[in-house]
Each structure stands twice: as C-alpha cells, then as structure tokens.
C-alpha cells in the first residue's frame, strides 16, 4: 500500500486526521467515523478498520494521562472486561471480510450509527450490573470489527450515570485497552502490514493535537449545528460505501 500513496495523499489524510481529531474533541466522536470516508478511496476498504484502530491507540492514550484523575475504574473494568473476549471474536472475523464484504460492512454501519446515537440519547436510561455488562458485550463486538463505534461507548457511559470529564476519562481508558488487543489480533493474522503502521502513525500523530483545537472552537460552534453536519456527512459516506461495494 505505501507504494501507491503518493506524498500528496500522506498529506491530506494528515490534514483529515488532524480536522477529524478536532471535531472528535467538540463531539466526543468523529475520527474513527469520518476518516474512513477519506482512507477508502486511498487504500482500498479492508486495510480501514485496522488503520483506525491502531491509530486510535495515540488519542487514547493522552486522553488518559489527561484525564486520569477523573477516570471511573469500576465501570472501565467492568465494560471492558465484558468487551474484551467479543471484541476479539469481532476483530478475528473482519479478518475474513473481502473488499466487498468490508466496503458493506462499514458502510452499513456507518448509516446506521445515526440513528442508533439518537435513540440512545432519547432514552435517557441508567445502566447498571447485568445492563451494563451487557451493553459492553454488545459493543465489544460492535468495535473489534468497524471502526468509528466509540459514539456506542460514549451513550453506554453515559446511560450509566457519568458525565463531563468522567466520560472521556473512562471512554479513554476502555477503547486504549481494546484497542491494543484489537491490534494484536490484526498483527497476528498479517492485516497490519508495515505500511498500515505508517499509516497509522501519520493518522494517530495528526489527529492528537485536534483535541487542544477543539476546546477554542467549542465556544464558537454551536454543537447542534456541528453535531447536524457529521450526522449528514456519515449517512452521505456510509451510503456511497455501500453501493460501491454492491457494484
């Protein structure tokens, strides 16, 4: 894959990756659902979900050291404990996935993320015990095979009585655990060639410091008009996804 990117496309996945890490860091999501539409056309679909995944282990991890005093260890243990063994189950089988049946899968998942996010919000429901474990069993799954799922964790946390900074914190600390794993599954079963890794380094160094941008830009955008761009942009991508993969 390194081969056929040229100079000009390393720069503009930079550039993606450093305005998706912003509106990541205004949303609380955006990265792992934007650039994917970016990176297929560029490398092709399979190569995606690892790319993200492994990139994702930069922001993750000075989330963490940011945050890690507002960081709820109960809940990480006990979501990522439960999304531990399906996110492992999820990540071994998008090693199956063709093109086509990738180019599908994100797509698919991608329009559907939408509507998910809104009806999680509007239920406004308090998980606890067996709910919550639950619900990190289902996004263990949902997460070692796509990328962009972390808007699941987030309504998951929040649904369980965190907010503000305990969010983040906590989210942090889950997806940097899955992450790792989800990587060593990808490495293991060679869907993390070397040229994956530059990839990823570009993405994950690019995005990092979007987090720092978005605190500006918080007071300036409005979130409910950002919030209606990225759900417009997601089902726009997910769509044309999925009928290239029809094709």
């Known amino acids: 894959m390194a081969e056929d990117v040229s100079l000009l496309q390393y720069g503009l996945i930079a550039l993606c990756a450093l305005i998706t890490g912003t509106i990541g860091g205004i949303a609380g999501y955006g990265t792992g659902l934007l650039m994917p539409l970016v990176l297929v056309p560029i490398v092709g679909a399979e190569p995606v979900v690892p790319i993200i995944g492994l990139s994702a282990l930069f922001t993750n991890a000075s989330r963490v050291l940011a945050f890690r005093q507002d960081l709820d260890t ?20 998008y090693t199956f996935l063709t093109g086509r049946g990738a180019a599908i899968t994100i797509g698919t998942f991608l329009i559907l993320m939408v509507p998910a996010r809104l009806y999680l919000k509007r239920r406004q429901m308090q998980l606890s015990g067996g709910s919550l474990a639950a619900a990190g069993a289902g996004y263990g799954l949902l997460v070692g095979g796509t990328a962009g799922s972390g808007v699941i964790l987030l309504s998951i946390l929040m649904a369980s009585g965190l907010s503000g900074r305990a969010v ?24 993390l060639p070397p040229s994956s890794w530059i990839m990823a380094v570009i993405i994950g160094v690019s995005a990092t410091p979007g987090a720092f941008i978005a605190k500006r830009l918080t007071q300036a955008l409005p979130i409910h008009i950002h919030n209606a761009i990225l759900d417009a942009a997601i ?10 993969g029809l094709r």
Do not use: E
């Not at 809940?75 to 399906?86: D, K, Q, S, V």
């Not at 600390?173 to 293991?188: D, M, N, P």
């Not at 089902?235 to 290239?244: A, E, K, M, S």
């Open 74 to 93: 109960r809940r990480a243990l006990l979501i990522g404990g439960m999304a531990l063994p399906t996110c492992m189950l999820g990540a071994y089988g």
């Open 168 to 191: 983040i914190a906590t989210d942090a600390a889950i997806s940097l655990g899955l992450g790792v794993v989800k990587s060593g599954i990808f490495q293991a079963f060679g869907a």
């Open 235 to 244: 089902i726009c991508g997910g769509v044309i996804l999925v009928v290239q």
